[in-house]
């Protein structure tokens, strides 16, 4: 079965660190760009972070440019979120998303199950 | 960066009634390949968004023929033949062509009557 699981959320105060992981079973993940999506609460979705299969092409959104480093271990078919200096406006439920260019047009096909992150004191 | 602009943002419909949603970006998504990168997203309540159109108008692998997709350039439309209860949820049009950064369109909530 094709799928996506996060872990690493939880509770953190302001300024503080917290690294969200997603490992993926079902499929190459090498073959695969992958990105970060992030839902506050009552609120819309909103794109975080991509990394293309090789780990070579990143981009990020403003938002968290400078802040968040994404990164991946194709070996070990995981993505990762390093999140720095975190803000109360991070607080969401963030989902790892792969991106499949070969059959859908590089829509985001398949979505984990979220992990939240809480920042606050 | 593009926005994508969705009305209505929310809806009640009556079962076996159709539905319908629009989508505007602030910028042409069409491609010089020829494709215009514009999908439509479910999010059920309490999971995650689900992929149900591509590419304007393809529909994603299992999702029923009474989604349809339509439109170009910066216009877009989803609709629901149909509207059945296992539709409730917050629809969201997605840019994919001007990145970074990909965009979502604010979402329509669809509800029952």
């Known amino acids: 079965e094709v799928q996506l699981v996060e872990s690493g959320g939880g509770l953190v105060q302001p300024g503080g660190s917290l690294r969200l992981s997603c490992v993926a079973s079902g499929f190459t993940f090498s073959s695969y760009e992958m990105n970060w999506v992030r839902q506050a609460p009552g609120k819309g979705l909103e794109w975080v972070a991509y990394i293309g299969g090789s780990g070579s092409t990143i981009y990020y959104a403003d938002s968290v440019k400078g802040r968040f480093t994404i990164s991946r271990d194709n070996a070990k078919n995981s993505l990762h979120l390093q999140m720095n200096s975190l803000r109360a406006e991070d607080t969401a439920v963030y989902y790892c998303?792969?991106?499949?260019?070969?059959?859908?047009?590089?829509?985001?096909?398949?979505w984990g199950q979220g992990t939240m992150v809480t920042v606050s004191s | 960066d593009i926005v994508m602009t969705q009305t209505p943002l929310s809806l009640s419909v009556t079962p076996g009634q159709p539905a319908s949603i629009s989508c505007k970006s602030s910028q042409s998504l069409l491609h010089s390949n020829g494709k215009t990168y514009l999908y439509w997203y479910l999010q059920k309540p309490g999971q995650s968004p689900q992929l149900l159109i591509y590419e304007v108008s393809s529909r994603f692998s299992g999702v029923p023929d009474r989604f349809s997709g339509s439109g170009s350039g910066t216009d877009f439309t989803l609709k629901i033949s149909r509207v059945e209860a296992e539709d409730v949820g917050v629809y969201y049009c997605m840019q994919g062509i001007h990145l970074p950064p990909y965009t979502f369109g604010q979402g329509t909530k669809l509800e029952i009557k």
């Open positions: 998303a792969r991106e499949d260019y070969y059959s859908v047009d590089d829509a985001f096909d398949i």
